[in-house]
């Protein structure tokens, strides 16, 4: 897999996350459990890119 490929993948995955949460917060009993453990995975992969393109 090459370097911009992956970044895609991760860009991708993050994007993904993102709805998952938007889902989330709008259900009428958010789980913030769920919620934190998306914004960490979230934020995992967002440091995985900024190693990666730096």
Known sequence: MSVQSHI???????ATLEQELH????RPSP????????KRRKLEIKDEISRITH
């Open 31 to 38: 789980d913030l459990t769920r919620i934190t453990s998306i």
């Open 8 to 14: 895609e993948a991760l860009t991708a995955k993050h």
């Open 23 to 26: 889902a989330e917060q709008c």
